[in-house]
């Protein structure tokens, strides 16, 4: 059984940094595509970033990119997302989520697994 856990999330103020990680546990996830998702309250799913686990290639959101970075460890099976210059804005729910083939979309219906989510706030 696929196993995600986020951690990380907090109060920052704007322009702020945190780094979530999602642990992943399981399977091996070499054939995986990783993504990140956000929720704000009233608003729907919304893609983040996603990464290919056996490769380099990234994805961003046009909204978090320069200011988000994804990244994994392998030894640890854990992805992070490093955030910097926090917006009010990117306040949200933050979820990783897995899927089974290499494949990119942002379409959260195209995930198999996803974790339970991390609150991230950013204070104006």
């Known amino acids: 059984q696929v196993r995600l856990v986020e951690s990380g999330g907090g109060l920052v103020q704007a322009g702020g940094s945190l780094r979530l990680s999602c642990a992943a546990s399981g399977r091996t996830f070499r054939s995986y595509t990783m993504g990140w998702f956000r929720q704000a309250p009233g608003k729907e799913r919304e893609f983040v970033s996603a990464?290919?686990?056996?490769?380099?290639?990234?994805y961003y959101a046009h909204s978090v990119k320069v200011r988000f970075t994804i990244s994994r460890d392998n030894a640890k099976n854990t992805a992070y997302l490093q955030m910097n210059s926090l917006k009010p804005e990117d306040t949200a729910i933050y979820y990783c989520?897995?899927?089974?083939?290499?494949?990119?979309?942002?379409?959260?219906?195209?995930?198999?697994?996803w974790g339970q989510g991390t609150q991230v706030t950013v204070s104006s």
């Open positions: 990464m290919y686990w056996s490769d380099d290639t990234t």
């Open positions: 989520a897995a899927q089974r083939n290499y494949y990119y979309t942002e379409a959260p219906e195209s995930y198999d697994y």
